[in-house]
């Protein structure tokens, strides 16, 4: 049960240095403002999709080496992939929403 907890506290880790990472590199190309706000919601960011970037590695049942390769990538393209999982969780969302027009239930 510790790995899980270790693992999962350098995935956190990997996450905030990869928004660190991405925040500076905004800076430099002046896409981004130099302030502490907008680094935390680097950080924010990166760490959403790192999390996320985790589980579903673990979820695959990635070995450790895999799964902070996809933290870091994930991390990286934090706003991408923020993005996507609402679009996906959207469509999942509407989906049901249609599937349901009329008032019946599932539980039939």
Same mark, same amino acid.
């Given at each position: 049960?510790?790995?899980?907890?270790?693992?999962?506290?350098?995935?956190?880790?990997?996450?905030?240095?990869?928004? +660190?990472?991405?925040?500076?590199?905004?800076?430099?190309?002046?896409?981004?403002?130099?302030?502490?706000?907008?680094?935390? +919601?680097?950080?924010?960011?990166?760490?959403?999709?790192?999390?996320?970037?985790?589980?579903?590695?673990? /979820?695959?049942?990635?070995?450790?080496?895999?799964?902070?390769?996809?933290?870091?990538?994930?991390? /990286?393209?934090?706003?991408?992939?923020? +993005?996507?999982?609402?679009?996906?969780?959207?469509?999942?969302?509407?989906?049901?929403?249609?599937?349901?027009?009329?008032?019946? +239930?599932?539980?039939?």
């Amino acid at each position: 049960m510790f790995a899980n907890y270790e693992t999962l506290f350098l995935a956190l880790l990997l996450s905030l240095l990869s928004g +660190t990472g991405v925040f500076l590199h905004g800076v430099r190309e002046k896409r981004i403002p130099a302030s502490f706000f907008n680094l935390i +919601t680097e950080w924010v960011m990166a760490l959403i999709a790192g999390v996320t970037g985790f589980y579903v590695a673990r /979820n695959q049942g990635w070995e450790d080496s895999l799964m902070f390769i996809a933290v870091l990538v994930a991390s /990286n393209n934090g706003r991408e992939v923020s +993005t996507a999982i609402k679009t996906k969780f959207i469509t999942v969302l509407t989906a049901m929403m249609g599937s349901n027009k009329g008032g019946e +239930t599932h539980g039939k």
